[in-house]
């Protein structure tokens, strides 16, 4: 049970990681703002503003409905190197990029419960899963 416990929170930072690489380590990335013109399926898009690098104005950029604030509205962003999709930056960007995580936690909360018998622990691990969550979805 401790393995799988230990897997689900491997896996939930590992799929974290994939998009809260650029929202936190936005230093040495092309960032700038990105105005949410259209939304379809799980994307949005519109006109993408540098703001600090070596960016380039681009007419279309993409980031997921998730992240996206209302149409019309202006978000910071930094691109992915070598691609038009945006991740949100910012309090917002981060803690949205950390959903996963907090799913995981949750997931494995009830593993250490039932399986292990650690219930403090696993309540712990419950409740920062859960508050991270929430952070996010107020966040947005």
Not at 20 to 26: D, S
Not at 41 to 69: E, F, L
Not at 92 to 109: D, E, R
């Amino acid at each position: 049970m401790g393995l799988l416990a230990l897997l689900l929170l491997v896996a939930g930072v590992w799929t974290s990681w994939n998009t809260a690489q650029y929202a936190m380590l936005v230093k040495a990335r092309e960032r700038g703002t990105m105005t949410v013109k259209t939304c379809q399926g799980k994307q949005c898009t519109g006109p993408y503003v540098p703001t600090a690098g070596d960016g380039k104005p681009r007419p279309k950029v993409s980031i997921a409905q998730a992240a996206a604030p209302k149409k019309g509205e202006r978000v910071e962003v930094t691109l992915e190197p070598g691609t038009t999709h945006a991740v949100r930056t910012g309090l917002a960007g981060i803690l949205h990029a950390w959903v996963p995580f907090a799913g995981s936690l949750l997931l494995a909360a009830l593993v250490v419960a039932g399986g292990m018998r650690l219930r403090r622990t696993a309540w712990v691990m419950g409740l920062f899963g859960a508050v991270l969550l929430g952070a996010a979805f107020a966040a947005m």
